[in-house]
């Protein structure tokens, strides 16, 4: 046999208003569209509030008539509670068992810290729904403001926040607005005579909680309830920031060559062990934004997106490997912001030139036969070959081209020939050479053959760092061959 349900008291008494879930609507409530934490119930403050009351909520549960149980929350007010509404938590695995057709009524009591009869309020009754809710009330609006971004510090004084009046309003209603961010505010506003002669139902908010979210997406909602009504609104998002100010990233080092603060070189040799660049510190970004810094070089192998440095939100590094496929070019530098839940949005552009190279290569050097050298090789020591060698360059890496091609003038004709010694698929470096650290090649005898004697040939040697799109020319030797 079901128990009894809680009897309700004296009708002569003067009851405080009923408690509100946030989470229902037209006093229906399912449970399944519950969040992890549940159901969110506040009261309006009263005016005997006092430290050390304490404020109980009371949950009647019925399966269809009859009574089940009542689940109890106790609540101790503190310092920060006097004035404020007070709201508990009712947990969603004690609703979830509920079906079409249930239904609970609730209710709060308050026992003074100074003993003395205890205040109740009305109980209102929210009918278990397992469907959707009827359409909700429209969203409130924002005084002389539109678009969904606001900055904090443009409103010093606050904002006031409109709501359109709900069909049915009264005298006594309890309006109660809800600011959901990092941190939850819930103001509670009664009806009276002049919201309903005005047509207007305005709240103001301060600036205080504005400028504690800012940075940060928050929500608002309203509800209203009274004894036997009840509604809610839907979800008004906010996105609380200041404009997002946007400078062109500075880069560590550089040094300026245009006309105006956004144009600069690198020289190569400062650049070639990685590039740092930092954030203006007049840039505007907000604190949850995520911001990637673009090293927007030459592809394959220049461009590079980098995120902060760790422990460091303004620093970012880009790898030395993205920088030699630059050398000698010009190319843009800038960083994205991207604020939550929305696209990202690029910064002004630093014009930056990464200067070539203008010393430092290895020069290639002729390992046999015997008794040969950059300055002088004997056509009669040559059997098959004459052996050259290149040491490791700056940035060498597995992938890169390197061609090597000699060119010298023919006994028959007086014209110039070039050979290929290492061009096309042969240019790239391949990972032994890598490991080896140096690249060897052979120049044949049947070329030199032909050449005039006592003159000398050149050996070119060229690298590319970006898949020979452009090359950088090495030292040449010029040695003199002679018989």
Same mark, same amino acid.
């Given at each position: 046999?079901?128990?009894?349900?809680?009897?309700?008291?004296?009708?002569?008494?003067?009851?405080?208003?009923?408690?509100?879930?946030?989470?229902?609507?037209?006093?229906?409530?399912?449970?399944?569209?519950?969040?992890?934490?549940?159901?969110?119930?506040v009261a309006p403050p009263?005016?005997?509030?006092?430290?050390?009351?304490?404020?109980?909520?009371?949950?009647?549960?019925?399966?269809?008539?009859?009574?089940?149980?009542?689940?109890?929350?106790?609540?101790?007010?503190?310092?920060?509670?006097?004035?404020?509404?007070?709201?508990w938590t009712v947990p969603?695995?004690?609703?979830?068992?509920?079906?079409?057709?249930?239904?609970?009524?609730?209710?709060?009591?308050?026992?003074?810290?100074?003993?003395?009869?205890?205040?109740?309020?009305?109980?209102? /009754?929210?009918?278990?729904?397992?469907?959707?809710?009827?359409?909700?009330?429209?969203?409130?609006?924002?005084?002389?403001?539109?678009?969904?971004?606001?900055?904090?510090?443009?409103?010093?004084?606050?904002?006031?926040?409109?709501?359109?009046?709900?069909?049915?309003?009264?005298?006594?209603?309890?309006?109660?607005?809800?600011?959901?961010?990092?941190?939850?505010?819930?103001?509670?506003?009664?009806?009276?005579?002049?919201?309903?002669?005005?047509?207007?139902?305005?709240?103001?908010?301060?600036?205080?909680?504005?400028?504690?979210?800012?940075?940060?997406?928050?929500?608002?909602?309203?509800?209203?309830?009274?004894?036997?009504?009840?509604?809610?609104?839907?979800?008004?998002?906010?996105?609380?920031?200041?404009?997002?100010?946007?400078?062109?990233?500075?880069?560590?080092?550089?040094?300026?060559?245009?006309?105006?603060?956004?144009?600069?070189?690198?020289? #190569?040799?400062?650049?070639?062990?990685?590039?740092?660049?930092?954030?203006?510190?007049?840039?505007?970004?907000?604190?949850?934004?995520?911001?990637?810094?673009?090293?927007?070089?030459?592809?394959?192998?220049?461009?590079?997106?980098?995120?902060?440095?760790?422990?460091?939100p303004k620093t970012f590094?880009?790898?030395?490997?993205? !920088?030699?496929?630059?050398?000698?070019?010009?190319?843009?530098?800038?960083?994205?912001? /991207?604020?939550?839940?929305?696209?990202? !949005?690029?910064?002004?552009?630093?014009?930056?030139?990464?200067?070539?190279?203008?010393?430092?290569?290895?020069?290639?050097?002729?390992?046999?036969?015997? #008794?040969?050298?950059?300055?002088?090789?004997?056509?009669?020591?040559?059997?098959?070959?004459?052996?050259?060698?290149?040491?490791?360059?700056?940035?060498?890496?597995? #992938?890169?081209?390197?061609?090597?091609?000699?060119?010298?003038?023919?006994?028959?004709?007086? !014209?110039?020939?070039?050979?290929?010694?290492?061009?096309?698929?042969?240019?790239?470096?391949?990972?032994?050479?890598?490991?080896? #650290?140096?690249?060897?090649?052979?120049?044949?005898? /049947?070329?030199?053959?032909?050449?005039?004697?006592?003159?000398?040939?050149?050996?070119?040697?060229?690298?590319?760092?970006?898949?020979?799109?452009?090359?950088?020319?090495?030292?040449?030797?010029?040695?003199?061959?002679?018989?």
């Amino acid at each position: 046999m079901m128990a009894t349900a809680p009897t309700s008291p004296d009708n002569t008494t003067v009851l405080l208003p009923v408690a509100q879930f946030t989470e229902s609507h037209n006093l229906e409530l399912d449970p399944d569209k519950l969040g992890i934490n549940g159901a969110t119930v506040v009261a309006p403050p009263y005016q005997a509030m006092s430290v050390g009351d304490v404020v109980t909520l009371s949950v009647d549960i019925f399966y269809g008539s009859d009574y089940l149980e009542t689940l109890k929350r106790p609540r101790t007010l503190t310092a920060e509670n006097i004035g404020e509404p007070v709201y508990w938590t009712v947990p969603k695995d004690a609703l979830q068992q509920l079906q079409t057709g249930d239904h609970i009524e609730a209710s709060y009591s308050i026992a003074y810290v100074t003993p003395t009869v205890a205040t109740v309020s009305e109980k209102q /009754t929210l009918h278990i729904v397992e469907k959707s809710s009827p359409e909700l009330l429209p969203r409130l609006s924002i005084k002389d403001f539109a678009g969904d971004t606001l900055d904090p510090d443009a409103y010093p004084d606050g904002i006031t926040l409109s709501i359109e009046l709900y069909a049915g309003i009264q005298v006594g209603d309890c309006v109660m607005l809800h600011a959901m961010g990092e941190s939850r505010l819930v103001i509670a506003i009664y009806v009276d005579q002049t919201t309903i002669d005005s047509q207007t139902l305005q709240i103001p908010f301060g600036h205080a909680w504005l400028a504690a979210n800012s940075g940060n997406e928050v929500s608002l909602m309203y509800e209203y309830a009274r004894l036997g009504s009840a509604g809610a609104s839907l979800t008004l998002p906010l996105m609380l920031r200041k404009p997002l100010n946007l400078p062109p990233p500075i880069i560590v080092g550089v040094t300026p060559d245009g006309p105006d603060d956004y144009q600069g070189f690198l020289l #190569g040799h400062n650049a070639l062990n990685g590039i740092t660049i930092l954030l203006p510190e007049e840039a505007v970004i907000g604190s949850n934004d995520k911001v990637q810094m673009v090293f927007d070089g030459f592809q394959p192998g220049g461009h590079y997106m980098a995120d902060p440095d760790f422990g460091d939100p303004k620093t970012f590094k880009i790898p030395k490997r993205y !920088v030699p496929a630059n050398l000698g070019k010009r190319l843009y530098v800038f960083y994205e912001v /991207t604020p939550p839940g929305e696209k990202a !949005v690029k910064s002004r552009r630093y014009d930056l030139q990464i200067k070539n190279l203008t010393s430092g290569w290895p020069t290639l050097q002729i390992t046999s036969p015997p #008794g040969a050298s950059n300055a002088e090789v004997s056509l009669k020591t040559v059997s098959d070959a004459v052996t050259v060698r290149l040491r490791a360059w700056v940035s060498m890496a597995e #992938g890169q081209r390197l061609r090597i091609y000699a060119k010298g003038v023919l006994q028959a004709g007086d !014209v110039e020939e070039t050979f290929n010694v290492r061009v096309g698929a042969t240019e790239v470096v391949t990972e032994d050479e890598y490991l080896e #650290g140096e690249i060897q090649a052979k120049l044949p005898r /049947t070329f030199l053959a032909k050449l005039t004697l006592n003159q000398q040939f050149n050996v070119t040697v060229e690298a590319s760092f970006d898949g020979g799109f452009s090359y950088k020319q090495l030292p040449m030797i010029s040695p003199r061959l002679v018989e």
